[in-house]
């Protein structure tokens, strides 16, 4: 069959969500190696985190879905009448 960007990211992402979810799985034992138990997190803590992550991802995933979008804004901006370059916006 015929190979297109989206067919290769969208086979990437799934290859790379599914390796997190068997990472996850197999190295969430309760107790390492030596047997001692492991530190559990109060549940505030848990919730605080897991609010934070929500609201984290978000954004960052929307900055991201953007990011295409503003590079057309920066490449039409101009100072005085001139394109930016390195030379110019390092001055």
């Known amino acids: 069959g015929t190979s297109t960007p989206s067919k290769l990211f969208n086979t990437s992402l799934l290859g790379i969500a599914l390796s997190?979810?068997?990472f996850r799985i197999f190295t969430?034992?309760?107790?390492?190696?030596?047997?001692?138990?492991?530190?559990?997190?109060?549940?505030?803590?848990?919730?605080?985190?897991?609010?934070?992550l929500a609201v984290f991802w978000l954004l960052r995933c929307a900055d991201?879905?953007?990011?295409?979008?503003?590079?057309?804004?920066?490449?039409?901006?101009?100072?005085?009448?001139?394109?930016?370059?390195?030379?110019?916006?390092?001055q």
């Open 20 to 22: 997190s979810v068997f």
């Open 64 to 90: 991201w879905l953007q990011g295409p979008y503003f590079y057309e804004v920066y490449a039409s901006k101009l100072f005085n009448g001139v394109p930016p370059s390195l030379s110019l916006i390092s």
């Open 28 to 52: 969430s034992d309760k107790n390492d190696p030596s047997g001692t138990p492991k530190k559990v997190k109060p549940a505030a803590i848990r919730a605080l985190q897991t609010r934070f």
